[in-house]
Structure formats: C-alpha cells, structure tokens
C-alpha cells in the first residue's frame, strides 16, 4: 500500500490490511514520479490496485488541487512507472 500519510491517512486506519507479508506500506506521494519509481524497485510487487482518493468533500471542495493532482495526475505517475517497470521484464 503506498500511502501519502497525511491528516486523513493515518497509519492506525490502515489496520485491517489484509495479512502483512502480502501487503507492504510504503510512505510517498503518488503524484511523485520518483516516489512512484522507488517503491517499484525496491519490491517484487506481484500486484498493483489504485484505490487513490481524497476522501474528505471539504477537502476537495477548499483546495481541489490536491484532489486532481492526487487521483488524475497519481493514477498517471502510477501507470507510466509501472509500464517503465514491467517493460525490461517483457524483453
């Protein structure tokens, strides 16, 4: 699970992750290219599922950058570092 941590993520709200040596936390920013790329590397991931959201309305109605940046620009980081990733293991 890659968690950006910040008032709403908490890692205390993160305990009912499924069992622990099939999921890993790792603290970044979505939105981050080398955020993104460093988790990928560092983890023989088997999996990835975009769950990315801004889930407090108030939140994305205050400040609707965070929103876009997290969920559009964080699912495009996501994709173009996954496809980097799997393209060396494809040849």
Do not use: Q, Y
Request: one cysteine or more; charged letters at 30%; a negative charge.
């Amino acid at each position: 699970m890659f968690e950006k941590l910040t008032d709403a993520g908490r890692v205390e709200n993160l305990s009912d992750l499924p069992d622990p040596d099939c999921c890993v936390l790792a603290r970044g920013d979505l939105a981050r290219a080398d955020d993104v790329r460093s988790v990928l590397a560092r983890h023989a991931l088997v999996r990835i599922v975009n769950r990315a959201a801004e889930t407090h309305v108030d939140c994305s109605i205050d400040g609707p950058r965070a929103c876009v940046e997290t969920i559009l620009l964080g699912t495009l980081e996501l994709l173009e570092a996954t496809r980097g990733h799997l393209e060396p293991l494809s040849e």
